[in-house]
């Protein structure tokens, strides 16, 4: 079966940690995205698991295959590379042809084989033009169709849509999810956009300075986020996060203060909100502070204001209006926050 | 029709195209002086008289009843055996481009692709070598050479070139496999390749016209050598170039001078003919950064 576990894998380059202690079990024809900032290690992970890249320490399993030492090729992966890595001396039927020809598959089969997987992909009129007479989405079409013209036990991609323009980027992303879903290969998919990690996976992986921040559902990412981090990082805008002190259920920042939490917990914290969950109100609200700003997205309006140090926003219907500086009401009843320890981060139980 | 913008003042169209006339003439003049020179005898080519009689030929007639006298070529090709410096000079530089090449594209590839700081200082260090005059490596083999009993022979001399010409193929070629992007070997690789068939299957393709214009520069170094060919090599081994240049200090009797400008313009020859075959790759090599995915 083509399951990937990875026992506490870590690359050390001299005293610097780029991954420490990676340990994850990906399940057969699960679509995993890898996701964080850029240098959180992420690349890193991935090109360990293609052999690009040498173990320090740990383990990495493809099936009952303990990979560690064996060479790029003999791992029955493919991938496909952000610059696209084509081969711009071939055509587009030659690049997708090559991993064929160099795997030595019959060469009876490899042209329908070929034909196939350009099918998939929407290449089939442009087999005969070479990779620089091509767009930029019909290039990444082609390393897709390289990777998978071969029936691999595992899709590695990293970063498959950082070149492309942000509305190729969506039809492509969900090609990709679609050529998954059909294929059904374990899938391992790099991105530093929430977004697309939200949109394909199965299941994120969340990643910061080489270590796990958080595994789950994108649902269980977005609204149970394991630490300020994840907070922080996941969502558009990102959850509020506003420190304070905790005393008997009660939350209280400069400006703000929030009753009836049920934590046992007291101290030093930092609550989270989603500005979606919150609403605008006209009395009673938990902030009555100046509008900072009034963003127009469309299908909403933000308000933002700005409590202590932190910028806090709250989502309000599309048809709202304020002027800046106006007294706006904003109601964050206890149900919807989230509560962190502020020294480590991490989400404290039963908000 | 030109549009404005494109439309030069008269006075700079002049300057440029003087200038352009300019060193044409100084560029051309002399090979084309020497290749009609080198179908008169002496007299003319050489004339105390008259340099017109360069033109005419005057001499030429009286002596043999035409314009115009292959003698230079025939004493030369035949009373001479130019032909076998020309038979040397092949064997010296197809064996000093192949070498060059085949250790310059494995250790640019190598250099371009480590990630160790040692090669700053390989390249570094084959930065100086290839600044030394070429006779410092001479004269340090020589008196080795001769103990050894292997001078005067062609492999003693293709290595001294090969070893003078490698810092600079792998320079060059360093320059230009940094010049194609990583993720072109590794996609190989995950595709199935090992390093090697990535190297011979995927990057040398793309680094053919790299590979073409560091291989004209080498062959053009083996092919020009003065230095170490006339040290090195026995009368009858001599390359070209040393042998034109015994022409010209030895054989100083009547007419004989005249084999030496034959010989030039016969080793002029398979110059143009080179050029002109791999005139696009040079070109394409030269401006590199011409692998664009």
């Given at each position: ?351 | ?112 692709r480590s990630g160790f700081r040692y090669t700053f200082w390989i390249l570094i260090a084959a930065l100086i070598f290839r600044a030394m005059p070429h006779v410092t490596l001479v004269s340090g083999y020589l008196l080795p050479f001769f103990q050894l009993n292997i001078w005067g022979y062609l492999p003693t001399t293709i290595i001294v070139l090969v070893a003078i010409n490698q810092p600079f193929t792998l320079w060059m070629l360093h320059s230009f496999f940094l010049s194609i992007p990583k993720d072109l070997d590794e996609s190989a690789m995950v595709d199935g390749c090992t390093r090697f068939q990535a190297f011979r299957l995927v990057i040398i ?89």
């Amino acid at each position: 079966m083509a399951q990937l576990r990875l026992v506490n894998v870590t690359k050390a380059y001299g005293d610097y940690v780029g991954v420490r202690g990676f340990s994850l079990d990906i399940k057969d024809q699960e679509f995993l995205v890898l996701l964080g900032p850029s240098g959180c290690g992420k690349s890193t992970t991935m090109r360990m698991i293609a052999g690009l890249e040498d173990v320090t320490s740990g383990e990495i399993w493809l099936g009952d295959r303990m990979v560690n030492n064996l060479e790029p090729k003999d791992r029955d992966i493919s991938m496909v590379f952000q610059s696209y890595g084509l081969y711009p001396n071939m055509t587009v039927y030659e690049n997708i042809r090559f991993p064929l020809k160099v795997r030595r598959v019959p060469a009876a089969q490899q042209h329908d084989m070929v034909m196939r997987a350009a099918q998939m992909v929407e290449l089939t009129e442009y087999l005969d033009r070479r990779p620089a007479a091509l767009s930029g989405g019909q290039r990444q079409r082609v390393a897709l169709g390289r990777a998978i013209v071969r029936k691999p036990t595992v899709f590695l991609m990293d970063e498959p849509l950082s070149n492309l323009d942000a509305k190729l980027r969506v039809s492509t992303r969900a090609q990709i999810k679609n050529l998954q879903h059909t294929l059904k290969t374990t899938t391992v998919y790099v991105t530093h956009d929430q977004i697309e990690a939200m949109t394909l996976a199965d299941r994120v992986v969340v990643m910061n300075r080489g270590e796990i921040q958080q595994v789950g559902t994108p649902t269980d990412i977005y609204d149970m986020p394991a630490n300020t981090f994840v907070a922080g990082f996941i969502g558009s805008p990102a959850m509020n996060l506003i420190e304070g002190t905790l005393a008997n259920g009660s939350f209280t920042a400069e400006g703000l203060r929030i009753d009836g939490l049920t934590t046992a917990h007291s101290g030093n914290v930092t609550l989270g909100f989603r500005a979606e969950d919150a609403t605008i109100t006209r009395q009673g609200g938990q902030i009555a502070a100046p509008v900072y700003s009034i963003e127009l997205l469309g299908e909403a309006s933000m308000i933002s204001y700005r409590i202590g140090g932190a910028l806090v926003s709250v989502k309000a219907a599309k048809d709202y209006r304020a002027a800046i500086g106006e007294i706006v009401e904003a109601s964050i009843p206890a149900g919807i926050c989230h509560l962190f320890d502020t020294a480590s981060g991490k989400r404290l139980g039963a908000a | 029709m030109k549009n404005r913008a494109e439309r030069q003042p008269l006075p700079l169209m002049l300057l440029c195209w003087g200038f352009v006339l300019i060193w044409l003439i100084t560029a051309a003049f002399p090979f084309l002086w020497t290749l009609w020179g080198s179908f008169k005898v002496e007299a003319d080519f050489f004339s105390y008289a008259d340099w017109m009689n360069a033109v005419t030929g005057t001499r030429t007639i009286q002596q043999t009843g035409s314009a115009f006298t292959g003698a230079g070529y025939e004493g030369a090709w035949v009373e001479q055996r130019f032909w076998l410096a020309v038979i040397n000079t092949a064997i010296v530089t197809v064996c000093v481009v192949v070498i060059s090449l085949t250790i310059g594209t494995l250790g640019g590839y190598a250099l371009a692709r480590s990630g160790f700081r040692y090669t700053f200082w390989i390249l570094i260090a084959a930065l100086i070598f290839r600044a030394m005059p070429h006779v410092t490596l001479v004269s340090g083999y020589l008196l080795p050479f001769f103990q050894l009993n292997i001078w005067g022979y062609l492999p003693t001399t293709i290595i001294v070139l090969v070893a003078i010409n490698q810092p600079f193929t792998l320079w060059m070629l360093h320059s230009f496999f940094l010049s194609i992007p990583k993720d072109l070997d590794e996609s190989a690789m995950v595709d199935g390749c090992t390093r090697f068939q990535a190297f011979r299957l995927v990057i040398i393709p793309v680094m053919w016209p790299g590979v073409v214009t560091t291989g004209l520069f080498s062959f053009l170094l083996a092919y020009n050598d003065f230095t170490v060919t006339s040290m090195l090599l026995t009368q009858e081994n001599q390359t070209m170039v040393p042998k034109i240049a015994s022409f010209l200090g030895t054989v100083q009797a009547e007419n004989k001078v005249m084999y030496a400008v034959a010989a030039v313009v016969s080793a002029m020859g398979p110059l143009f003919v080179l050029v002109l075959f791999f005139q696009r790759q040079i070109v394409s090599g030269l401006t590199a950064g011409a692998v664009k995915g």
